[in-house]
């Protein structure tokens, strides 16, 4: 368990930022929980099902790929040479999405992808390094790993959309951070940087819902007796 049950976060945040005492003021008890019991061979597969695809699209395709394997409720690295790319590609899946999937396969066969029990015990820049070796795995897919299922409590994913558009709203700033900006303001969070994060993630889609909300006409705003 993380964010929830973490006071200590709480009060450095609140101590060191007035702007994130507002936020936990606002928004209440981090809501993150770690998924621990999701390997990382199939946590990569889905970063990658997501990658430039909203959700309903990512879980359709995941749906699909997991009916190649109907005997498993997730395909294990060695299962994946038992298929073809045709297959693959029907589940609709591009052609350089599956060439990842299959590096992902052959790098977990091959250890450069650790087991869940292996990766809990590694720091997070090796596995930051191991993970990026991977074809189609980037720095972000890394991090969402290491936030949503390892749990690691100071992880700042500096070029997340979300994270930068929070940080702008948050600290009314009128354009959004760079990556080395928003990295330097955030050394004063450690070593509370998810939880900071997930504050930023909640102004977002506050802001978000915000700017979805349809503006009521003026007229609809004014007393009755006004328009007369």
Known sequence: MICSVNAA????????DPVMRRLIRRHGPCG????????????????????????????TILARFKKLFPNRKFPRPEDVAGVTDAQIRACGFSFAKIKS????????LAGVVPTARQIAKLPDDEIIERLTEVRGVGRWTVEMLLIFQLGRRDILPAD???????????????????VKELLAFGERWRPHRTTAAWYLWCVAD???????????????????????
Not at 9 to 16: D, E, F, I, S, T
Not at 101 to 108: L, M, P, W
Not at 162 to 177: D, I, N, Q
Request: proline share 7%; hydrophobic share 40%.
């Open 9 to 16: 976060a709480y009060k450095h945040l609140a101590l060191c």
């Open 32 to 59: 993150l929980e770690p998924e621990t019991s999701r390997p990382p061979f199939q946590s990569l597969v889905q970063a990658v099902a997501y990658q430039q695809l909203n959700g309903t699209a990512a879980n």
């Open 101 to 108: 999937i299959r590096d992902i396969a052959v790098k977990t």
């Open 160 to 178: 997340d959309f979300g994270v930068r558009t929070g940080f702008r709203h948050a600290y009314k700033r009128r354009a959004m951070p760079t």
């Open 206 to 228: 506050a802001a978000k819902k915000v700017a979805a909300t349809p503006r009521r006409k003026k007229n609809a705003a004014r007393p009755a007796a006004t328009l007369l």
